[in-house]
């Protein structure tokens, strides 16, 4: 298996999150249980397929040779060790976001048609999803992703809620349109029935550049795919799954 390009980690990578939770379940007392059928690093080969393939757990089964329970609980054990291990490399966005000029972005994690999921039903993009707001350097390097909100929520809304417009109000910060409102630097709005003058066109077009490192920060985070072609768990999980992927980045990125 080419482990970079399907778990999104390298080989040393992985080996390293296997050591670290080997020193875990080796500081736990040993019980007797269902004898194992998969080694570690194959528990967590199969968790990282999961989050970054998003494929079916039928389907991850076919691929091991195992069944899909027992996926299911290799995925059930894993998640919180992988969260545990990875605790420590992601920033505090207060720290991080110190002294930089950060870009930041809005985007949604679909979750498919739900019921009772009005409250998370984005009009702007036609599905019901959690928002999540991202920040990144001017370079696109990941500096952060906040708590989950309602799909609903706008992202001027949104940035308020998770507490990141206190955070970023004492730096600089670049944002589109949607964040009119905010400290942030934005692209100027075109008047109705007007034109921009030159000036404002080519200061807007100067901070749309800029602004493109941010959409491919969240590309590169979608690459996880549990994050961007439908979450199928249960929804109270989700702000947790994505701490954990938000986690698993950062270590990817070498933080």
Request: proline share 5%; charged share 25%; glycine share 10%.
């Amino acid at each position: 298996m080419r482990y970079q390009s399907t778990t999104g980690l390298d080989s040393d990578q992985i080996d390293e999150l296997v050591g670290r939770i080997e020193e875990i379940e080796c500081g736990r007392k040993s019980g007797h249980g269902r004898p194992v059928v998969v080694d570690l690093y194959g528990q967590v080969v199969i968790a990282l397929v999961l989050l970054r393939q998003n494929l079916n757990q039928m389907a991850v089964a076919d691929l091991f040779g195992i069944s899909q329970p027992t996926v299911s609980r290799i995925y059930r054990t894993i998640l919180p060790l992988l969260e545990q291990v990875t605790c420590l490399h992601a920033p505090d966005f207060a720290e991080a976001v110190q002294t930089r000029v950060v870009l930041v972005d809005g985007t949604d994690v679909p979750t498919g048609n739900r019921r009772d999921g009005r409250e998370n039903y984005s009009g702007k993009r036609h599905r019901q999803g959690l928002n999540i707001q991202v920040g990144a350097t001017l370079e696109g390097t990941l500096l952060g992703v906040s708590d989950p909100v309602p799909g609903c929520r706008h992202d001027r809304r949104a940035i308020t809620e998770t507490g990141w417009e206190d955070i970023l109000g004492n730096w600089h910060w670049i944002a589109d349109p949607g964040y009119i409102g905010t400290t942030a630097i934005t692209p100027e709005r075109k008047p109705k029935n007007g034109e921009f003058d030159p000036k404002t066109k080519d200061n807007n077009k100067l901070i749309s550049g800029i602004r493109s490192a941010a959409e491919r920060c969240i590309a590169h985070l979608k690459n996880w795919k549990i994050l961007a072609t439908g979450y199928r768990g249960r929804l109270a999980e989700l702000p947790n799954v994505i701490r954990i992927v938000t986690r698993i980045e950062f270590y990817r990125l070498g933080w």
